[in-house]
């Protein structure tokens, strides 16, 4: 039994836009064809001298100017990103060092576009056991800084952004309600980045650090796992879909979304999205699109849902909560 929830949130996107006519200038494609395919007019992408720590700390203060208790006893940071400013030291350290609480863990989680969902999976079971009392989830992103932009299938999907989630214990209305995890890296080769290592198949490449993806392949096997997977979920709880108020699925790219809203006969209109003005942000599109829905006045206090991030690896994570304010 849980004795955590989510209590606050907080958001940051960069200023600077990526449009579709601004991606036909840099690579062959159009407007038209973008949004046939993915559904997306627009993304956020950081400056220069712009990281993802930096994203990071503008999300917590969001976050910090809307929560009505203090952050002074945070006492976990965890930080889901792909794009860490360095190899080492840690996002969360970096993010650490600006608040200056002292008494806190601090760490990193790369589980790429399901880092939110495994951080959040994380934060509850490090409450729930009582080793902590208030965890912040923070999902930053830059992934522009490691997007091909000579590769017109990827280079239209990226944008970057952060979120915060806080989430602190209650034992008298918890918000964690049930999860699934699962993991098949015989698909690793299918979407990864170059690091220390060149591609998975030993072949040099001529540049590290960007990201390959195999899109039809992430594709097939999302829309084949997800609404399985989104399912068993519910079922652990013994609930139905039409018991959900929302479902809020990682935004990788709204034909995938519409796809898999089909093959779990959930309704479109109940599922929660960020992709179309800020492109898949990998593991802040969840956050996105809850705050959204937040400031919309759509998303209210004790509303049921399924939090549903999947992404290289190949790994996911589901998550069946009860928003907690």
Known sequence: MSKAKISAIGTYVPSKRLTNKDLEKIVDTSDEWIVQRTGMKERRIAGDHEFTSDLCI??????????????????????????????????????????????????DINATCAG????????????TSGLHKKVIVIAGETLSKVTDYTDRTTCVLFGDAAGALLVEYDEQSPGFLA???????????????????????????????????????????????????????????????????WFVPHSANMRMIES???????????????????????????????????????????????????????????????WGF
């Open 58 to 107: 503008e999300a917590v203060k969001d976050l910090q100017r809307r929560y009505e208790g203090t952050l002074e006893d945070v006492d976990m940071i965890l930080v889901a990103t792909t794009t860490s400013d360095y190899a080492f030291p840690s996002t969360a350290c970096r993010v650490q060092e600006y608040f200056g609480w002292e008494q806190t863990g601090a760490l």
């Open 179 to 245: 999860s699934v995890q699962g993991t098949n890296g015989n698909g690793a080769d299918v979407l990864y980045r170059t690091g220390l290592r060149s591609d998975l198949n030993g072949q040099k490449l001529e540049e590290t650090g960007k990201m390959v993806q195999n899109g039809r392949e992430v594709y097939k096997w999302a829309a084949r796992t997800v609404p399985a997977e989104f399912h068993q979920l519910i079922h652990k709880a013994d609930l139905r879909p039409e018991d959900l108020d």
């Open 260 to 322: 898999i809203c089909e093959k779990t006969l959930f309704p479109a209109e109940k599922t929660l999205t960020s992709v179309e003005y800020f492109g898949n942000t990998s593991s802040v599109s969840i956050i996105l699109a809850l705050d959204l829905a937040v400031k919309a006045g759509k998303l209210k206090k004790d509303h049921t849902l399924v939090l549903f991030g999947f992404g290289g690896g190949l790994t996911y994570t589901g998550l069946l909560i009860r």
């Open 116 to 127: 939110l969902t495994y951080g959040l999976h994380m934060a509850n079971g490090l409450v």
